[in-house]
């Protein structure tokens, strides 16, 4: 018998995607951004929504086509490297970068404003307490999207459009002048901002997360499974531009009363304080909280679904062991996190970027096995030019790539190996095979 999901389970799919998106980098990036843009705010935002709304988007997408697994999106690269990969990804979303900043956002916008002298171990106790209880949601692993889809996002978004409406009624200031690479290369700029959600990397496995949460509710059919994990995604992407919108647009506005912030956080904080008076920090907290929490259910969940995949420890196992690291982690501080994280981003994200671009094309390249070979090596290869850059290494010697000085020097070689492998025929393809 064939079955079909009901309109509210599709939403609530759609929700809970959104809500695994909607995490630290989405809520205090954009603030600061649209500030710096200042009269170039759209083509700032329309770059940041390439990369943290289309490019995850366009992941989803390039899952379902694959067959809806990290194995099918992978299948023409050799094992090791299909999983060292994974590997390095779910670290990074996972208990080295953006699960653990979920619990320092949340600290430093929802609870420290509220301690008059707060400390370290404020920190301590709180990141505790929040990835317990994160740990606590993601025990029951197939129960995730009736407890985020039905019931944490649909409270989440009342309060982000509480908040959007406020900002659009009665914005807090005029926009002001674009500042540093904001007023040079603003759609860049923003392109790059994005990759500070770490969206992309988060959608390749979200994705397999909503795959299981539609298997548990009984759907088999592999087209029906891919006409709702789209479905998801189209959800997540609108909900994603609404609120970028309305973040950039709060930033852009945001001078009068945050003019000088050093992140997005304070940007926000402000605001919020100057539209709702005392009670704004409360409405602040509570939007940062269920946010921060829902990404951090889902990113110990994706991260403890794959490991537990690959070794013989079991999927609560891996919960523990994947809240406990970032519990640790998240007491380093937020700035020396972000700092250690960019370097890593623009290494990996192009990586990323090529994957799903060769997914898109497979069925029409020759050689699929040559062409996923060449072309994600020659991207990692530049990437690693950027990302070292970004880092503070000399790499001028590299400065005749083209796009290099807005550090994308990945891209053209990249796009350059994934033509050259249309030309590439059947007979390269077995001398590739015999040499390796």
């Not at 939403?11 to 843009?37: C, E, S, T, V, Y």
């Not at 009736?146 to 005029?174: E, M, R, S």
């Not at 590299?398 to 020097?409: A, H, I, Q, T």
Request: charged share 10%; hydrophobic share 55%; proline share 4%.
């Amino acid at each position: 018998m064939k079955h079909n999901l009901k309109p509210s389970d599709i939403i609530a799919l759609g929700f809970m995607l959104f809500a695994f998106f909607l995490g630290a980098g989405n809520i205090i990036f954009p603030p600061l951004a649209g500030q710096l843009a200042g009269d170039n705010v759209i083509p700032t935002m329309v770059g940041f929504l390439l990369t943290a709304v289309g490019l995850p988007l366009l992941t989803i997408i390039a899952i379902a086509i694959a067959g809806g697994s990290w194995d099918h999106l992978t299948k023409d690269l050799p094992k090791r490297a299909a999983v060292l990969m994974a590997v390095l990804i779910f670290i990074i979303i996972g208990p080295a970068f953006a699960a653990p900043r979920t619990g320092l956002v949340a600290y430093e916008m929802a609870i420290r404003p509220f301690i008059a002298d707060a400390g370290q171990m404020d920190l301590t106790l709180f990141s505790i307490f929040f990835f317990v209880v994160a740990m606590c949601f993601a025990w029951t692993q197939g129960k995730l999207i009736d407890i985020i889809g039905k019931f944490l996002t649909p409270a989440l978004f009342v309060g982000l459009i509480v908040l959007a409406a406020a900002v659009f009624l009665n914005p807090q200031g005029d926009i002001m002048a674009a500042q540093g690479n904001y007023l040079t290369q603003p759609l860049t700029t923003g392109f790059l901002e994005g990759y500070n959600t770490m969206d992309t990397f988060g959608s390749l496995m979200f994705g397999m997360l909503i795959v299981d949460a539609i298997r548990q509710k009984g759907i088999e059919d592999k087209a029906q499974t891919t006409k709702y994990l789209i479905s998801a995604a189209l959800i997540a992407a609108a909900g994603l531009a609404f609120v970028y919108i309305s973040l950039f647009y709060l930033g852009a506005t945001s001078g009068a009363v945050a003019d000088g912030a050093d992140n997005g956080g304070v940007v926000l904080s402000q605001y919020v304080q100057a539209l709702f008076g005392s009670s704004g920090q409360l409405v602040l907290s509570v939007i940062v909280l269920l946010a921060c929490l829902t990404t951090a259910i889902g990113l110990i969940s994706a991260c403890s679904d794959y490991f537990s995949s690959i070794t013989k420890l079991s999927y609560k196992a891996w919960v523990i062991i994947t809240g406990i690291a970032c519990a640790v982690v998240a007491n380093i501080g937020l700035s020396q996190l972000i700092s250690l994280s960019v370097p890593v981003l623009f290494a990996l994200y192009p990586v990323a970027i090529a994957l799903v671009a060769l997914t898109f094309v497979r069925h029409k390249l020759p050689n699929p096995r040559s062409a996923y070979r060449v072309v994600m090596l020659v991207s990692l290869l530049f990437a690693l030019i950027d990302g070292a850059k970004v880092a503070g290494v000399d790499v001028s010697a590299f400065s005749v790539l083209p796009l290099f000085e807005m550090g994308m020097g990945w891209l053209l070689p990249t796009a350059a190996a994934l033509i050259a492998m249309f030309f590439v025929g059947n007979n390269q393809e077995q001398e590739l095979a015999q040499q390796s």
